[in-house]
C-alpha cells in the first residue's frame, strides 16, 4: 500500500512524495498519526487535548468563583477594587494548599461559627504585605477586609490556639481573621469622669476679676459652680 507524506525540508518539492509500505508496517498508521491518503494530500495530525489543560482551566475557573463568593462578605473596610486584589492574591498563594484554602472559605462563608485551621502565607522580610501598591500587615489587611472595618494596626491579639500567628515569627503568617481577637483601649468612663472628688490642677496662670493666679488648685466636689 502507497502512503503519501509531505517533505519537511523547504528546499524539497511541496508535492507529496509516496512511500512503499509492506508487511507489519501496514498496520502502524496510529503509531505515526497519519491516515492513507491521495497523492497531493497533506496528512492529517492529531492534536490530542491534554488532561492538564483541561485541569488549569478548571482551576482557574474555581479561583475565580472563590473569590467572587469571599467578596460578598468583606465588610466596607477598604476600597472594593484593593480588597479584590488582595482576596485575588490570597487565593492565588493558597491554591496548591487545598485545605487551608478551604479552611479560609469556611471562616469567612460562617462568619467564624465553625471551627478552621491556620491560612497561611510566606512572612515577607519586613513582614508587611504589598497589594496595590499600599503596604501593611498582612493580618491586620484580611481582618479589616472581613471582620472589622475600623481596625488598626496595634489592636489584634492572636488567639491561643493559632500556631502561626503574626506575633508568633514564624516563617509563615496565619491570615485567618477568625484566629485573631479584637483589643480596643479603653479610656476612662463617664462614671470617673463625673465622680465628686475628682481633682484638677490647672498649672497655667488664669486670671479671675483681673487677677492672675500662677497655680490654682480647684476641687470639684459634685455639680458646683465657681462664684
Not at 502502524?28 to 492513507?36: A, R
Amino acid at each position: 500500500m502507497t502512503v503519501c507524506c509531505n517533505p519537511i525540508n523547504a528546499g524539497v518539492d511541496s508535492m507529496a512524495i509516496p512511500i512503499q509500505l509492506a508487511g507489519p508496517h501496514m498496520a502502524d498508521y496510529s503509531s505515526l498519526n497519519m491516515h492513507p491518503v491521495g497523492l497531493g494530500q497533506i496528512p492529517f495530525q492529531h492534536s490530542p487535548i491534554q488532561p492538564s489543560m483541561l485541569a488549569n482551566s478548571a482551576s482557574i475557573d474555581t479561583c475565580t468563583s472563590i473569590v467572587h463568593s469571599l467578596m460578598c462578605h468583606r465588610q466596607g473596610g477598604e476600597s472594593e477594587q484593593f480588597a479584590k486584589r488582595a482576596i485575588e492574591s490570597l487565593v492565588k498563594k493558597l491554591k496548591d494548599k487545598r485545605d487551608e484554602l478551604d479552611s479560609l472559605v469556611t471562616a469567612i462563608t460562617t462568619s467564624g461559627s465553625r471551627p478552621s485551621k491556620c491560612v497561611t502565607i510566606q512572612r515577607t522580610l519586613d513582614g508587611r504585605l504589598q497589594v496595590a501598591g499600599r503596604k501593611g500587615f498582612p493580618h491586620v489587611i484580611y481582618a479589616k477586609i472581613w471582620r472589622w472595618p475600623d481596625l488598626h494596626k496595634n489592636e489584634l491579639r492572636h488567639a491561643k490556639f493559632c500556631q502561626y500567628a503574626f506575633d508568633l515569627k514564624c516563617d509563615s503568617v496565619c491570615v485567618n481573621p477568625y484566629h485573631y481577637e479584637r483589643v480596643v483601649s479603653q479610656g476612662p468612663s463617664s462614671s470617673d469622669i463625673s465622680g465628686s472628688n475628682l481633682v484638677h490642677h490647672v498649672t497655667p496662670p488664669m486670671l479671675l476679676e483681673g487677677k492672675e493666679l500662677d497655680r490654682v488648685e480647684c476641687m470639684q466636689q459634685g455639680p458646683q459652680q465657681m462664684q
